[in-house]
């Protein structure tokens, strides 16, 4: 049996979640709604305050999708409850962030100021001139804009420079050595 898989979800008070009969789970919370199709193979019943989710076999496809559909579930209550953030650093001699409207605008040693158009239900905040916090219910979302914001401009061993996560640290190499 799954570790993860067995565990059931707890549904907080203020949260609806509604199954239908094509395995759409719905959440919806304070902060928004989340909707996502899960594999038809697994089962999923809301029994009171709590989701479980079943597999019908213990086979090593069933095995893999169980704990994954549960942490699915479990990322989606969760993110319409407290949401999740990525905050960003930005490391540099000139290097700094700005927020136009909806744009983040990032001067990051190109030649050109790099602009990103932020998504569909993500916020970004730029908080002095060298943090930038991602923040949405999406999980997935969240994820992968912030892995896109870094992508910009990746730290590099040697000065540092660039962009990481706040919880990132960079390995540092040794420059060239002279005579």
């Not at 199954?19 to 019943?45: C, F, R, S, W, Y």
């Not at 095995?63 to 993110?79: P, Q, W």
């Not at 409850?81 to 927020?99: S, W």
């Not at 916020?123 to 910009?152: L, T």
Request: without cysteine; hydrophobic residues 30%; aromatic residues 4%.
């Amino acid at each position: 049996m799954s570790r993860i898989g067995k565990l059931p979800i707890e549904i907080p008070k203020g949260v609806e979640v509604v199954i239908d009969e094509n395995n759409v789970v719905t959440v919806k919370g304070p902060l928004g709604m989340l909707e996502q199709k899960m594999h038809k193979a697994i089962t999923i019943t809301k029994d009171g305050s709590n989701i479980l989710v079943t597999r019908p076999s213990d086979e090593k496809f069933h095995r893999s999708l169980h704990g994954l559909t549960r942490s699915l579930i479990a990322n989606m209550v969760e993110g319409v409850t407290k949401g999740y953030q990525r905050v960003l650093e930005i490391n540099g001699v000139g290097y700094r962030a700005q927020k136009q409207g909806k744009k983040l605008v990032l001067n990051v040693g190109y030649s050109h100021p790099v602009e990103m158009e932020d998504p569909e239900g993500i916020m970004v905040e730029v908080e002095g001139n060298n943090k930038v916090v991602v923040k949405g219910i999406n999980k997935q979302q969240v994820g992968n804009y912030a892995a896109k914001i870094r992508s910009v401009r990746e730290p590099e061993p040697y000065k540092g420079k660039g962009i990481k996560y706040d919880f990132e640290r960079i390995r540092r190499k040794e420059g060239k050595t002279g005579k």
